[in-house]
């Protein structure tokens, strides 16, 4: 049997993986997102079960988290990058340091 659309969903995974994985190579960076990506996605379900600050601090501070390791990496944080496209800003999708050679520094 055939599953062509799974196939296309673990091409696509594999992509995402990989594009994510290009966007956190600095140690610091990696490791302070596996901290702060679960303590934001709890932050949703604690809105609802938790008083409301409880939810709301812990998105805030996952995100937080998440934007002092892009700082570390020096590449913009990925939610940012398609605001910053649709202003005509210079996005930074991938740290100077770990472009390869020959490939611009500045995402249009």
């Not at 994985?21 to 934001?40: E, K, S, V, Y």
Request: one cysteine or more; hydrophobic letters at 50%.
């Amino acid at each position: 049997m055939s599953f062509p659309i799974a196939r296309k969903l673990l091409r696509f995974a594999g992509r995402a993986r990989g594009n994510w994985l290009d966007r956190h190579q600095t140690p610091a960076n990696f490791w302070i997102h596996m901290l702060g990506i679960p303590l934001a996605l709890a932050g949703v379900p604690l809105l609802f079960v938790a008083d409301w600050y409880w939810g709301a601090g812990a998105i805030v501070l996952g995100y937080l988290l998440q934007w002092i390791g892009h700082c570390i990496e020096g590449n913009d944080v990925g939610e940012f990058i398609p605001i910053k496209k649709l202003l005509g800003l210079p996005v930074v999708a991938i740290a100077p340091q770990h472009k390869p050679r020959g490939t611009s520094e500045l995402v249009p």
